[in-house]
């Protein structure tokens, strides 16, 4: 069936009308990337350099490195009491403690948490 607003004969242009569907490649979704303490910079570029390798997509590249990003940036921002990246339980008590920020503080929807979770336990 032919759009009433197709000109007989002509063919339609294929190129999207919106200008919301084309994105600028430098845009960037989002808040602006949150600035980590020097050492978890460094896990985080360690972390993003072993990412590129792995067989997924650039979109699970992306949010991956932004979910571990934003788990450091809360990390750097804590009082720890051990080192999380050497001590089994600090790790464990870290995680648990950034899961309930997520849950409670943030309000973050079920599948957002554990997409983060997933991210950090890959790192």
């Excluded at 699970?60 to 009082?79: H, I, M, N, P």
């Excluded at 990246?85 to 790790?91: A, E, L, M, P, V």
Aim: net charge positive; proline share 7%; with cysteine.
């Amino acid at each position: 069936m032919a759009s009433e607003n197709a000109q007989p004969g002509r063919a339609q242009s294929r190129k999207p009308t919106s200008e919301n569907r084309t994105r600028p490649p430098t845009a960037r979704r989002g808040r602006p990337a949150v600035r980590l303490p020097a050492g978890y910079a460094t896990i985080l570029r360690r972390y993003t350099e072993t990412l590129a390798t792995a067989p997924v997509s650039a979109h699970t590249r992306w949010t991956y490195e932004s979910k571990v990003r934003q788990y450091l940036a809360c990390l750097g921002a804590a009082d720890l009491d051990c080192d999380p990246f050497k001590d089994k339980h600090g790790r464990d008590w870290a995680v648990r403690d950034y899961r309930t920020h997520l849950q409670t503080v943030l309000k973050r929807a079920p599948a957002t948490v554990n997409s983060a979770l997933a991210a950090i336990d890959d790192l």
